[in-house]
């Protein structure tokens, strides 16, 4: 299938209502920061940016003139400030901003910061955008439903992002997934299951390669692979359940298939019973955040009523769970997922006791 016919052709950006934004607040992703997304469009003029191979990355590179220049600078580097440390400015001097580039392809169309160290050239980069609920819920989701945490800060109509380390999934799959060596592509084929579960379970939308990074992690004898995801804008918003399945994606047909080849049936059910298992926890170890995350959800606008109408329907035919179809929003649709997970999981782990105990 097409991804014209899986995703719609645009999403709107929601904005933050009064109870997300206070739970933003409790948890310390609000916080007062220097310069806005509206700021950093006031650019003079950009050139392309290319990659080592010449081709087009449609970033391309801003630039400010002499009077905008000094501010935009010295506002950065608080936000960096802010972001990666205790917010002081006694750092300010012994950092530089290296490079604003701007994202012309997407929704987001977010500008991405490199700031560098001059004492030791040592660089990170983080991203400015436009603030969009679904995109909040979908970092609060990420840092507490995947293995990773996230650092972001919300401000009004902006928002903060640190950059996610790793090779983005459609230069892994060309470059390096053909060499790499057996057992490691059965690592990876495991890794694969495992994040289009996660992604399924969390309803994060619009996992094609370009959207999640792969991270070689090197252990005492060998490289393990994790993925990452890199985008959430499609965090509860399209209708077609396959599209929160990186499987359906054509950009993934390659890692499909590595898993078709390097493991079995029952392997491919095993794993998915580990990260639904591993989720559960998370969710029951997260305890009242995520209880307050889904609750403000259930209250929230961040979808199209046909994109409701359809999902809990898809939902309710590959689940049975009647819940699906009572579900008026997307929150409820969310809420319905986690419960669902989190109670067969209390199911499995009672049954596993009584068969001990008998």
Known sequence: MSDEKLMSK??????????????LGRYNRKIEIPIFYEDLLRFAGSVAVYDDDGDDTLWVRVYYSD??????DL?????????????????LEYLNVDAVDYCTFGNSKPFRIKVRNILNDNYTHFYVKKTDASRVYGLELEHMLSPYNLNFLVYKDTLIEEHIAGIPGDVFIKDFLPVLTEAEKSQLAKEFVKFNERCM?????????????????????????RIRAIDFDQQCFEGNFKVYRPQFFKENFKMVELVSDKLQEYSVDQYKIEERSIVAKRILSSGARIKRLVSSAKTDKISLSGHIERLSAELHDYTADVEFKKSKNMGQILATALDFVKRNYEDMSMRQIIEKKF
């Open 10 to 23: 645009k999403k709107p950006a929601y904005p933050i209502q009064k109870k997300l934004d206070a739970y």
């Open 67 to 72: 009077t905008e220049r000094q501010e935009i």
């Open 75 to 91: 506002s950065l580097k608080k936000v960096y400030s802010i972001l990666h440390s205790d917010g002081s400015e006694r750092i």
């Open 201 to 225: 379970i969390r309803l994060l939308g619009d996992m094609r390669s370009y959207n999640y990074v792969i991270v070689p992690v090197h252990d005492f004898d060998h490289v393990v692979y």
